[in-house]
């Protein structure tokens, strides 16, 4: 029987470039979760099916990623770059409404939601024995877009367009306000929102959260978030 060696060797040899650099190797791995996910389900993927599937050795695949957290990581972290972007220079001089709008208006996803809810099914169930796993995709998830909105809330309290005692605590639940809820489809995939409605969530909650903070001309209308002695 070929060794993973030899197999990723023969795997190139058929049509991928002998080298690749890291971010090349990166880019193979994550096309090859999604592939074999698509065939064979999450008990499929195995970091063996992953090295075959990209056409590389295993210690190849190890080399780019520690374990299958680093991994899904990874996968979720690209898939949030093609949803949320950095603001432009010409952007960051709207008003909080725009650029919230810019920042995180629900966007067509590059695939099913499948692959992406499968993982947090994954992550959920394993973080009881390896809590760092689901620290770490809340870190890298949720607490990246909530810091994305923190900086947008800091930048309108320091305008004047905005008067929020707890910036950070208004950024989650403006977060939770804007997107569909991750328990719903999780129980009810099949009830996925389609790419209008989510918009329509997402302007419902945005709506209410700046009426409670702004007024139509940017000055404050009323103060949210935690008290701070």
Request: net charge negative.
């Given at each position: 029987m070929a060794s993973d060696t030899e197999q990723g060797s023969a795997r190139i040899g058929a049509g991928r470039p002998a080298t690749m650099d890291r971010e090349d190797r990166r880019a193979a791995i994550l096309d090859a979760l999604d592939a074999v996910f698509r065939r064979h389900g999450m008990s499929g993927v195995t970091m063996a099916a992953l090295a075959r599937e990209a056409g590389m050795s295993k210690r190849t695949l190890y080399e780019v990623f520690d374990d299958r957290a680093a991994l899904f990581d990874a996968y979720l972290a690209r898939l949030r770059r093609t949803l949320v972007?950095?603001?432009?220079?010409?952007?960051?001089?709207?008003?909080?409404?725009?650029?919230?709008?810019f920042l995180l208006a629900p966007r067509p996803l590059p695939g099913p939601c499948d692959l992406?809810?499968?993982?947090?099914?994954?992550?959920?169930?394993?973080?009881?024995?390896?809590?760092?796993?689901?620290?770490?995709?809340?870190?890298?998830?949720?607490?990246?877009?909530?810091?994305?909105?923190?900086?947008?809330?800091?930048?309108a309290v320091r305008?004047?367009?905005?008067?929020?005692?707890?910036?950070?605590?208004a950024a989650a639940l403006l977060r939770?306000?804007?997107r569909p809820n991750a328990l719903d489809l999780l129980m009810c995939p099949d009830r996925a929102p389609s790419l209008e409605e989510a918009k329509a969530r997402f302007e419902l909650g945005l709506d209410i959260f700046l009426r409670a903070v702004t007024t139509p001309t940017g000055g404050s209308k009323t103060t949210i978030g935690l008290a701070k002695d």
């Open positions: 972007r950095p603001l432009s220079e010409e952007e960051l001089a709207l008003p909080l409404a725009e650029r919230l709008r992406p809810l499968a993982i947090l099914r994954a992550v959920i169930a394993e973080t009881p024995e390896t809590p760092a796993m689901g620290r770490s995709m809340y870190d890298n998830g949720p607490r990246v877009m909530q810091d994305l909105i923190r900086v947008e809330l800091d930048r305008r004047g367009e905005a008067d929020i005692a707890d910036t950070d605590a939770d306000m804007i």
